[in-house]
């Protein structure tokens, strides 16, 4: 059958047309060829056996290739096989050749390892010593600059330095922290960026706290909590986080008898406070710091405003308003009195005692009103200086200065400008003719904050002193404004009467109507200065929210660090 029927047959097979060639069918030598299509013959039938030589005129079926082009392939194949082993022979050699070298280089490496070890066995050991002193002396490699034209010099030798103890870095580690009460009523102490967040009470404790009060000594919290039994003292620790159990900090605890204002001795040891007697009447007592005894009662009256000696043994009391139930004594911690009859109170709030410990200042009567008196307690000699209405001081906490504001009879108690008395030379010097609502010194004693009411006018300029001669300072805006804010905070320079304005603002209701009143006595047991005296703390109203707000003195951006409805500084 031709190659032609073959592929026409299988492009389309016929179910009915058999693929091999049936009898009677004519051969396809005798059809016609396709033009141009090649026509090939196939080979007659040949015997079962195999054919023993290519024959020319008898091809096998299918093959195409003739004798000639087999013969030469077989010689090329028999070629490539000659080739392929000779290959394999060089490869081998070559193989063998590496492995041979690097196991004589491995060798020559052990040998000369193995003849430094022993080498190093038998020389003599090295000092430590000198090897330090070799290293001090090897010459260090000059300082390379850096981008930017910078030379890095070599960093000195290390000295040392002598670690101190625990008490020590407890007293000279600055502490700069900020105690607040939260918008839940709980108490927290941050850092003055508003980073270093403690939580020292938690609302499960089921009480409401205020005016937490630093010990001077930076350690401990006194506040005063309220529940839905009664009031108490809880001295906390500044450190750490809220106690497990606020029972156990507990110092003091009334159903009656319900405590509202704390202060500290300088001597970090015990609270002095005041709470409700009776129907008319404060009760002035004391009570550990630690917890270790009961609390003591040590005088009543109403009001009552003191202050600590420096050595923590006894207070300076102004007890009742002016007249035959007001009194001016010394009062021991046992409750002793002592030099009861300092003198016959006017018009005022809370006697002081100066830095150095040898004046006190009070307010006595005369026919005219209030008089500002000065004792001298080394030799008792009294100075009277000033009469008015009512009178406002206190004393710088480094030097013999006292700083005053005095009330006229027909206007607000308290309020009026802002002096200062040198207590050794009796000058007296005016630093702001402003009518000033409160005062506070800053803890160097080179800087005295004051409130003035912001009275919706342009204050461009004040006269920082009264002479017509002296300068008149020009004033920085306020940083931050508020646009109902009716309290201005402005700072003086003490010695040289320079003065700044720092910011208006809407102080806290709680801040308002219990610090304010009677800043003279909060100014001794709750700072707003920080204790490096370059800014104060702040309870301010936004809308409905309250905000706890840090105030630089030097003019710069004053910067909310948390919220709360009032803050007090740490005394160091």
Known sequence: MGVARIKSMLDDPRPDEPLLPQPGTPEPSDLPAPAGEWLVEAAPPQPAEAPTAWDADSPAIGVLEPPE??????????????????????????????????????????????????????????????LELQAQATPTAAPSPVPGGDVVEPTPEPQPVAIPTEAEQGSASPLNRIALVNEDGQIETIAADGTGRRVLTRPSDGSRFQFPAWSPDGSQLAVVGNDEQGGGIYVLPSSGSAPARLERQQVYYSQTQLPFYLYWSPDSQQISFLANHSRDAFGLSIVPGDGTSESQLLTTGSPIYWEWAADSGEML????????????????????????????????????????????????????GSVLVLIDNSND??????????????????????????????????WGPLRVLDATTGAVRELTGETVLAFFWSPDGRQLAYLTLNERRPLDEFQAGRDKDRRLVKLSQPVQQRPAGFLRLSVVDVETGVGLRLLDFQPTAVFASQYLPFFAQYALSHRLWSPDSSSLVLPLMDGFEQFIVVVPTDGGSPYTVAEGEIAFWSQR
Do not use: K
Not at 101 to 112: C, E, G, H, S, T
Not at 121 to 126: F, N, V, W, Y
Not at 353 to 359: E, Q, T, V
């Open 69 to 130: 082009a087999s013969e030469a392939g077989g010689r090329s194949c028999l070629r490539n096989c000659l080739f392929t082993f000779v290959t394999l022979v060089v490869v081998l050699s070559l193989l063998g050749t590496s492995i041979f070298a690097l196991i004589v280089i491995r060798r020559d490496a052990l040998l000369q390892q193995a003849q430094r070890q022993i080498a190093a066995l038998a020389a003599p050991p090295t000092p430590f010593l000198d």
């Open 317 to 368: 009391v102004h007890s009742g308003e002016s007249g035959r139930q007001a009194s001016i004594t010394w009062l021991g911690v046992d409750g002793s009195e002592e030099n009861p009859n300092v003198g016959e109170p006017g018009y005022f709030q809370t006697p002081g005692i100066s830095a150095s410990g040898r004046y006190l200042a009070v307010a006595e009567q005369d026919g005219r």
């Open 381 to 414: 000699a009294r100075r009277r200086l000033e009469t008015s209405g009512s009178m406002a001081f206190t004393w710088s906490p480094t030097t013999d200065a006292l700083a005053y504001t005095s009330g006229q009879p027909d206007a607000h108690p308290f």
